[in-house]
């Protein structure tokens, strides 16, 4: 009888190695949460339409890349491939956006793309997102890139680059996309291609094979056709992540995958991870929510790669995560003292201390080889002499030292022992 395997460029994350992914996510959204971004959870499909309307039908995500299959009821729904069209929706259906502006979330959790799997590039991928929605201020467009900035260095993350530029606005976009139409249809295009100018002539410079990158070298640029208002705007970021401390490269070519971005638009990217490099990105998206039949409010957010800054940070060699199951071991040699440590695993656990036993009828070196393995610092260790003493042992795992003490100050001696 064969044995399964997960889905195809879908990883798994064990133990030891899922304390780092663990690590990462979490460290993420550890900074988002203190910067007073409010965990909101999403749902894992949603409606077709919305990513279709919400990320843009030119984009290879909706056009190439999605889950979409249809329901019992015969609705179309999808696997969310991004976070920001599904937060959008649950801030105008639950009247987010008629609170305390911006509202700022963040999350976590997998996102799903239909891509050739390879390293850094799964089918399922894990993200931590934050959207700050409803108010358009450079200032808010710098916190957010900061508070990115910061979860990467937070987890010890340090050969990444930030990449910024700005897509400009509605008083310069229609005009700079006529201008770049022009030049593009000009061009020895594949009707792919041309088909792509048609609809979203940005992401032709996003193209990423070397004849068309030959062919685009001398297309117009966003950066030099921005509105009076645009510049301003991304002039005003760069001044405040310059006095933030937040290094940048602006990147005058950098195009997004999604549709919606306008104005500020950056990315994250490293260079120890060869094509797969990016390890976030995000932007400004005004219009989107009045796309999505919301308020006219504006919004900026990011999501960032947890998978990517695992391996971000083993190319840098680098691990982060506890390994170790627990900090505590309990060895118990007879059904009353297993009883007994079961007891005081109870109060341990309760005072936030990490604590396994031994089960099973392995004996005294089989189940202290377990207390080496688990990574445990002390190990409690008792037998029916004992229990008649009123004792267990108290155990120093990298010494080999060990005590006696009374039942009834175990707990308050294992305390003493795992304060720094």
Known sequence: MSTFAAPKGVPDYVPPASAGFVAVRDGLLAVARRAGYGDIELPIFEDTALFARGVGESTDVVSKEMYTFADRGERSVTLRPEGTAGVMRAVIEHGLDRGQLPAKLCYAGPFFRYERPQAGRYRQLQQVGVEAIGVDDPALDAEVIAVADAGFRSLGLEGFRLEITSLGDDTCRPAYRE????????????????????????????????????????????????????????????????????????????????????????????????????????????????????????????????????????????????????????????????????????????????????????????????????????????????????????????????????IEDVVAEVLRRMLP
């Not at 950098?254 to 950056?266: A, Q, S």
């Open 179 to 406: 201008l770049l139409q022009q030049f593009l249809f000009g061009l020895d295009l594949d009707d792919e291609t041309r088909q792509r100018a048609q609809l979203n002539p940005l992401r032709v410079l996003d193209d990423k094979r070397p004849h068309v990158r030959e062919m685009t070298a001398d297309a117009p640029l966003m950066l030099d056709h921005l509105s009076e208002g645009a510049r301003t705007h991304f002039d005003t970021v760069l001044a405040h992540l310059d006095a933030l401390g937040v290094p940048y490269v602006v990147n005058p070519r950098m195009v997004r995958g999604l549709d919606y971005y306008t104005k500020t638009t950056f990315e994250f990217v490293h260079d120890g991870l060869g094509a797969q490099s990016g390890i976030g990105g995000g932007g400004r998206y005004d219009g989107l929510m009045r796309q999505l039949g919301g308020q006219d409010l504006s919004g900026i957010g990011f999501g960032l790669g947890v998978d990517r800054t695992l391996l971000a940070l083993a190319a840098e060699g680098k691990t982060v995560g506890k390994t170790t199951r627990c900090e505590v071991y309990g060895v118990g040699l007879s059904e009353s003292a297993k009883l007994r440590l079961a007891v005081i695993a109870g109060h341990l656990r309760s005072a936030g201390v990490r604590v396994d036993l031994a089960y099973g009828d392995r004996g005294l070196k089989g189940a202290m080889r377990a207390a080496d393995r688990s990574g445990a610092v002390i190990a409690l260790v008792a037998g029916d002499r004992d229990l008649e003493a009123g004792t267990v042992g108290v155990k120093n795992l990298a010494n080999g030292e060990q005590v006696d003490v009374p």
